[in-house]
């Protein structure tokens, strides 16, 4: 998760004893200028809100895609980008319907 928030311009600051994790807001909505690829490995938790928060990024030209390992393509995900979907949000699936990645 902490690699995927570097990747989008988010800095933080972690403990020495990396049990807290201080995040700086941006002030508004990531300023993505190039396509990315998020690596996720298998955490559930990341992929949820940084689907949802990835929506906030308004329309760009830019392709974000949010994957993990193999098993993080087992969890379905399909509640979140429907509604996400109904929202406006433009989502596609990558390989199964209804599973990681998305893009």
Known sequence: MLNALKALGVRYQLSDDKTICEIEG???AFNIQNNLSLFLGN??????PLTAALCLKGK???EIILTGEPRMK????LHLVDALRQAGADIRYLENE????LA
């Open 26 to 28: 941006l002030g508004g």
């Open 43 to 48: 955490a559930g938790t990341a992929m949820r």
């Open 60 to 62: 760009t030209e830019s």
């Open 74 to 77: 087992e969890r379905p995900i």
């Open 98 to 101: 209804g599973y990681p990645p």
